[in-house]
């Protein structure tokens, strides 16, 4: 395990935990050196031919929901992201792995598109996405989430979208015509409005202020947008969460939701560290409280409370949340997608 003495900027993950799947890992080069400035810690891609892309899940909390991943690992780097663990099952590490190694499912719109011409397709919206983001910087160079858009173009199947990053204006054009015939929403996740916050928690993100104009762009241009107070960590930015939405609501968001953090398997000890090292006198004071929201600790995998929490910390929460909504996005709601238009062999024409 390459471990940190110091704070690491430009990275969230300050260090590599030990992979439980030790029999599937790689041996890694020395990538990692205290000596080299943080530029140092390169990215590289494993560019990949896929043999399935999209996931349908079985959890009662999301039961029945498709979502694609064009990219396993993540370049922005969010210390908190719950798909770190994931990382894992590839032979590498939550930590700084999950952010410098990233796997490129480059042939994910051609996967996407054989299952739209399967006999056995019903027609549901699909997620973009529900681990990595789509349009981390990765997207700029491979482009697989453009190209997921005009899949789901032509064979008018909806889409949803989640990112933090700007580049979804570049796809403009596609998410227009998708609005035109009722297939498409666009939610940001807004975590902080405290840019210091953001760099430490989301150092490879777009910056609050960005994605709140981005917002704003998409909302005037007719998409329905919302936005994900995602996660909301006790004792760093539940007091924001009215802000927050405010902020959303003035840049013409139609719904807002949230989340409370947990911190399962080796994000515990990575996120330890960070907190320890990025705020080392609010350290114990929030892993206390997010251990407050989860009976007790700070991990929490049971179904039906694992997302919002429980006890009277994850109740304050909830509330500040719901009041938050019913004040700034009163009357606002987002249209339902359409999933009557699927053409199964996607004859006509983008545009």
């Known amino acids: ?34 000596d080299f400035p943080p530029a140092r810690i390169k990215t590289i891609f ?3 031919n896929a043999k399935k892309v999209i996931n349908f899940t079985k959890s009662p909390d999301m039961y029945g929901m498709l979502y694609m991943n064009p990219y396993q690992g993540c370049e922005h780097g969010c210390i908190y992201c719950y798909a770190r663990n994931s990382h894992e099952y590839w032979g590498f590490s939550a930590g700084i792995d999950f952010e410098s190694r990233i796997m490129v499912k480059k042939n994910a719109a051609e996967l996407l598109e054989a299952k739209f011409n399967s006999r056995n397709w019903v027609c549901g919206p699909i997620h973009l996405a529900g681990n990595t983001d789509c349009y981390q910087p990765g997207e700029k160079k491979y482009g697989i989430t453009r190209k997921i858009l005009e899949t789901c173009l032509r064979y008018r199947n909806p889409v949803g979208i989640l990112t933090k990053n700007a580049l979804v204006l570049r796809d403009l054009d596609l998410l227009q015509e998708l609005h035109r015939l009722r297939l498409v929403h666009v939610f940001l996740s807004v975590t902080t409005l405290n840019e210091k916050l953001r760099l430490a928690l989301e150092p490879r993100t777009a910056t609050a202020a960005k ?38 609501a003035d840049a013409g968001v139609l719904a807002a939701g949230y989340t409370v953090v947990r911190l399962n398997g080796a994000i515990a000890q990575i996120f330890e560290d960070w907190i320890r090292k990025a705020f080392p006198d609010k350290a114990d004071k929030v892993l206390h409280q997010i251990a407050d929201c989860h009976g007790g600790q700070v991990n929490d995998s049971r179904f039906g409370v694992r997302m919002k929490g429980e006890g009277k910390y994850a109740e304050h929460i909830q509330n500040l949340h719901r009041l938050s909504v019913q004040r700034y996005l009163k009357d606002r709601r987002l249209p339902e997608l359409d999933t009557s238009q699927f053409i199964r062999n996607g004859q006509l024409n983008l545009f």
């Open 46 to 48: 494993y560019e990949e």
């Open 211 to 248: 994605r709140l104009r981005t917002l704003e762009t998409l909302s005037a241009a007719g998409i329905p947008t919302g936005v994900m107070t995602a996660p909301i960590i006790p004792g760093l930015n539940d007091h924001e969460i009215p802000r927050l939405i405010e902020a959303a």
């Open 1 to 34: 395990m390459n471990l940190s003495k110091t704070k690491t900027e430009g990275r969230g993950a300050q260090i590599n935990t030990h992979n439980k799947f030790m029999a599937q890992s790689y041996e890694a080069e020395d990538y990692y050196d205290e």
